[in-house]
């Protein structure tokens, strides 16, 4: 893969291939539900755990 064309297609034939993987086996990745964003679910987490230290018995 020299050039951005061959690039471009070997993408779009890999994506076809997960999709159509994903299809055999009953997954439709657009009736998936969204996923949490990594950010803020570390955000959500670091937060979580500050209210555990502060509240111990809720534990």
């Not at 020299?2 to 471009?8: A, F, L, Q, V």
């Not at 994903?22 to 657009?30: A, T, V």
């Not at 955000?43 to 209210?51: C, G, M, P």
């Amino acid at each position: 893969m020299k050039n951005e064309s061959s690039i471009s297609r070997e993408h779009i034939t890999n994506n076809e291939a997960v999709r159509k993987t994903l299809l055999d086996r009953g997954i439709r990745p657009e009736s998936l539900p969204a996923a949490e964003d990594v950010k803020k679910t570390e955000r959500r987490l670091a937060s979580e755990d500050k209210k555990s230290l502060k509240n111990p018995e809720v534990l």
